[in-house]
Each structure stands twice: as C-alpha cells, then as structure tokens.
C-alpha cells in the first residue's frame, strides 16, 4: 500500500496535523514534514524522495501556501513525478497565477473544519485511499527516469512547469508563475562551499549548535554584515540553506537575514533572491516594490535571474507600472545570455506581439535555443509551430518529436498533444492505445484538456475497452475545471442519460457553463433546450440568441435552426431573406436539413 504526503503552509499547521490524524486513523499511510524526517537529514533531499516514492500529494490549499515558495516547490515536484494532487482547500481563495500554472487540479475539495462524518471528507478520503490502494501507480524505468531528470538538473535550470487547461492547442502565454525563479536546489553549490570551508584555516561562517543549526543570525534585518571576514558567497550559501532546509529546519526568516547581508554586498544571486523574498512575503513582509528594486539590482549587474524576474515584473504589472516592452528589453538580455526561460518567454512575446511587434518566425528562433536547453514549455510551443507551420514550414514529425521531447518532462500540454499525435496519425504511425497511454499520462496530472480527449476515447472505445461510465467521470473532472468542451458532453450525457441518470435541467445547467465559455456547439444545444422548454421554461428570444452565438461561429447546425426562426418568425421577426441567407451558410457546410430547406423555399 502506499502513501500520501501532505503539503502545507507552516501558518495551517494545526490544520494539517488535524488532517495527518484522520487519515491515519482512516487506515492511510501518511507521510508529512517535520514528523517522518529523521533528525540531521537534508530536508530538501527527503522531502524530494517522499513525494518522489508517493502515490499522491495532498494539498492544504490556502492563500499562504498559494505565497509559499516551499509548498509551491512540492506542487512542482509532485507534477514532475506525475503524482496525483488532491487539494483541501481551507479557506475562499483564487488561485493565484503560480498555482493556476502548476495546478489545474480537478480534485478540489472544499473544507471549513475536518469532521470526519462530513460528506466531503467521506470523499476526500475515498479519493486519496484509490491511490494509495494501488499497487502501482508508475512502473520503476520512469520513476528512475524523472528522478534522473532532476539530478541532472543544473543549478541555474528552471524545473518543469505545468500550464493551466486551455480550450485549444494553442501556443502558451507567458508565464504568469515565477516559481521556476525561486531559489533552487543547491546541493552542488553547498558542497562547493563545504570543500571551501575545509581548506579554509579557520572558517568564517558562524558556530553550529548540538542540534547542527547555526545559531539565530542578527534580527535587524535591515543592516548589512558587520563581519568583514565572512565573505558573501558563504551569507548567500547561509541563506540558500534556511531557505531550503538544507541540514537545517527551514527558516525564511534567517534566510532573508542572510540573503540581505550578502545583497548588501553586491552578491547577485542573493540580491534576486532577497527580491524572491519580498515578492512572495517569505521571511518578510510583502512587498513588491522592494522586490522590483532588488531584482533590479541584480539585473544591473548582468544577473539572468534578477533580468528575467525583473522582465516578468514589468509584463504584468507587479510591483511597477506594467511596461511590456521594458519587458522584453530584460528578457531579451537574460536570453541573450542563454536562460531558457527568458528565452521562452522572449519567444512568447514575439508569438503574441506583447510589446514587440508580431514576429512567428523570431518567436521559433527563441523557442529553438530554449528547446534545446530542455525547457519544456519552449519544447511544446515549438511542436505547436511545426504543427500549424507558424513562423516555419509545417511539418508534422519535428512537431510530433518536440511534443515527445516536452512530454517525456511530464509537461502535461505534451503529453497531451502527443496523444492528438498517435490518435491520428499526425507525425507518427497511428497508434490508438498510445494516444490514450499519453492522455492518461496528461489526464492523471489534472489536465482538463487531456482529461476531456480521454473520456471521448471511452466514449468511443477509441484505444481502450468503451467505458460510458468513465468518459462521464472524466467529463465531470474536466468540467468542473472550466473546460467548455467538457462541460458540453457532460450537458449530453445528463440530456440523453449516457452514462448518468437523465436530468434536463443539469444537461440545461452544464451547457450554460459551456455556452458562456464560448462553446459554439453548447451555444446551439441551449437554445435548442429554450426553444424547446427543456429542463428550463421556454423562451423563444433567449433560443434565437444563443443559436446566433453559435452561427456566428460557423456552427452549421444553429445556422439552420436560426434560419428557421427566421422563416417561421420565433423569437424574431419573420424574415425569408434573412432565412435564406442562414439556410445557405449551413448548407455550404454539407448540412442536409438546409440544403432540403433552401429547396422547399425555392
């Protein structure tokens, strides 16, 4: 049986041992920091392996642990490892930019106080004993594979990111998370400095205590170092520990210290990360001024880190008077210097015309040279170009390779688009079960949009056992999500009862979501239900509108019905030219009910 690692913000302690003791007693193994990590380890690295050997993440989702560069990194980590993340959610939150990136989670359960009697609890518990009932959640070649991945991961490298569902394959937008700009992983860097320290006669960094923690560096955050011997590489080392945890409880708040004191003294690194700091609130009070002046300060000195945070800063307005092209100018000199996300996001913009104009074929160039670096978004977003031969000819197996490149990252749109590859045949030899094997990969890690394709493929019975049962679970993750395609076919199956008991009044519920989505097909179905007076009273006015919704779209089939309501007068004035005209639209699409209509009107 496996187990479950809780993830929480240090302010919600209380809550997550409340929760830690449920599932114990409800019979699951738990693991959950500080309780299961031995005393003297690196709380990086077992953090790291926990949730690397888990079956799930359980997520105490809360606005602190939204600003919480900590938890974010768990998140991060549970995506790579492609664990399943099941979030609590405590309190009334939004998610923020960096959690809508990684997260996208359709297990989302919403809890005031943990009473085990509770219906949401009772599912809560249900969701998280599935997983760790498996016997095996991922076979051992990919769990040695992403680990591999991580070990090979330079100091500098930005770890993988997970964007939100989006409705269509589309290039991604830039990044509205900056976790991948959170201090890092340092363990090379610490061994640097313990092999420093032992060739250094008499080492300048403070005395450890019995417990092997140095001790409480000096409160006032605000003064520079007063020890000229300890050099600001060892300050900013100092920090990286507290901040990660590193040999010692984790501690923003010395880490802060430790970062301003080697900041102070023109230590780059620890400059951005002070700037970290103040962004995220760790270890001081919010503030994204101060974050915007210390990432500049780093950015000045040709820091790639402090050039691209300072780039993100500016593109959406945190901190400072957002400027798109002052934007680009920072992530054009991080690129400049080969960051791979600066390079991506410098691709973005010339993709999107976000303060440069529109320029396909540069955004390719820099989605190349971050590709190549292995940074998966850029390795998806170069797919997506070769897929549509934007800013470079079209061809369908160098897209297909770069999906498989992003996807075997665990970067869910990848996989997600390598499944669209091998249920067509698009690039590669078409191969049913494999598309499903990548949606599933896509669909377990909260994807709506692969959660959607997958359930088609039960529906269907397209590379796996037709399950209907299943297509409308997966349905109902993916809507829940917000996902307007999803939302439709759940509308669907409740109209026609496929899978669920018939309800008109949910299908009625389920297309509303989807039509303001700008579903055309949901658009259509709606009306169809108002002009019919299912599962809602009839309104012949509110039919004509959301057939128009969708004609508009070039959806043939609300061409016709509205072609009709022009013809018979329902819901607008009786017009035939207007009914003709409608009627055609439809019928150069192949629909037979107009071309027959066009024939009777004649």
């Not at 492609?82 to 990684?102: A, H, K, T, W």
């Amino acid at each position: 049986m496996g187990y479950a690692v809780i993830s929480y913000s240090s302010k919600h302690h209380k809550q997550a041992e409340a929760m830690r003791e449920l599932l114990i007693k409800s019979g699951i193994n738990v693991w959950m920091a500080p309780f299961d990590i031995p005393p003297g380890s690196q709380y990086a690295g077992v953090i790291n392996r926990a949730i690397r050997n888990s079956s799930c993440l359980v997520l105490m989702l809360t606005d602190a642990a939204q600003q919480s560069v900590w938890v974010g990194r768990e998140v991060e980590r549970a995506v790579s490892y492609r664990r399943p993340i099941v979030s609590v959610r405590l309190e009334d939150i939004v998610l923020n930019d960096e959690f809508d990136f990684y997260l996208s989670t359709p297990h989302i359960v919403d809890i005031r106080r943990i009473d085990e009697q509770a219906p949401e609890i009772i599912q809560l518990l249900d969701s998280i004993r599935q997983y760790t009932e498996m016997e095996e959640k991922n076979d051992s070649s990919k769990t040695d594979s992403a680990a591999t991945r991580e070990e090979s991961i330079s100091v500098d490298a930005p770890v993988s990111e997970t964007p939100s569902a989006a409705s269509t394959p589309a290039v991604s937008a830039a990044p509205t998370g900056k976790s991948d700009d959170k201090p890092q992983d340092i363990s090379r860097l610490l061994e640097a400095i313990r092999q420093h320290r032992k060739k250094s006669k008499e080492s300048s960094l403070p005395e450890t205590t019995d417990s092997g923690e140095e001790p409480p560096p000096a409160p006032d955050t605000s003064a520079p170092s007063s020890d000229g011997d300890t050099d600001a590489s060892e300050l900013y080392m100092l920090g990286m520990r507290h901040y990660n945890g590193d040999g010692v409880p984790q501690n923003y708040e010395k880490a802060a210290v430790y970062f301003r004191q080697a900041a102070d003294q023109g230590h780059a690194s620890a400059q951005c990360n002070l700037g970290v700091c103040y962004e995220y609130g760790d270890g001081v009070e919010k503030d994204e001024a101060k974050a915007v002046e210390w990432y500049r300060k780093a950015a000045d000195q040709g820091h790639a880190g402090g050039q691209c945070c300072l780039g993100v800063c500016y593109e959406f307005g945190t901190g400072v008077e957002k400027d798109e092209a002052k934007a680009v100018e920072w992530y054009r000199k991080a690129a400049e210097q080969g960051h791979a996300r600066s390079q991506c996001c410098l691709a973005t913009c010339y993709d999107n015309g976000t303060g440069v104009e529109k320029d396909e074929a540069k955004a390719v160039e820099w989605y190349q040279k971050s590709a190549e670096q292995g940074y998966a978004r850029a390795q998806c977003n170069l797919g997506i170009s070769y897929e549509y031969g934007t800013g470079v000819e079209k061809d369908l197996a160098k897209a297909a390779y770069w999906y498989q490149q992003a996807a075997d990252q665990g970067y869910a749109n990848g996989q997600c688009c390598l499944g669209v590859c091998y249920e067509y045949g698009n690039g590669v030899e078409k191969d049913e079960a494999k598309a499903v094997y990548w949606y599933q990969q896509a669909a377990d890690r909260g994807y709506a949009r692969a959660q959607c394709s997958l359930g088609v493929c039960y529906e269907n019975g397209t590379g796996v056992a037709k399950d209907i049962q299943k297509a409308v679970e997966l349905y109902r993750k993916s809507a829940e999500q917000g996902y307007a395609r999803a939302q439709c076919y759940l509308g669907m199956a409740y109209e026609y009862g496929d899978g669920v008991e018939k309800d008109e009044a949910k299908a009625v519920y389920w297309y509303q979501k989807s039509a303001e989505g700008g579903y055309a097909q949901a658009q259509c179905n709606l009306g169809v239900c108002y002009d019919n007076g299912a599962g809602i009273a009839k309104d012949a006015e509110k039919a004509v509108y959301w057939y128009r919704q969708a004609a508009e779209k070039g959806y043939a089939r609300a061409q016709y019905n509205l072609g009709m309501c022009y013809e018979i007068g329902s819901g607008v004035q009786k017009d035939r030219a207007e009914a003709i005209r409608w009627y055609q639209k439809a019928a150069q699409q192949g629909y037979e009910p107009a071309v027959m209509a066009l024939k009777n009107l004649s």
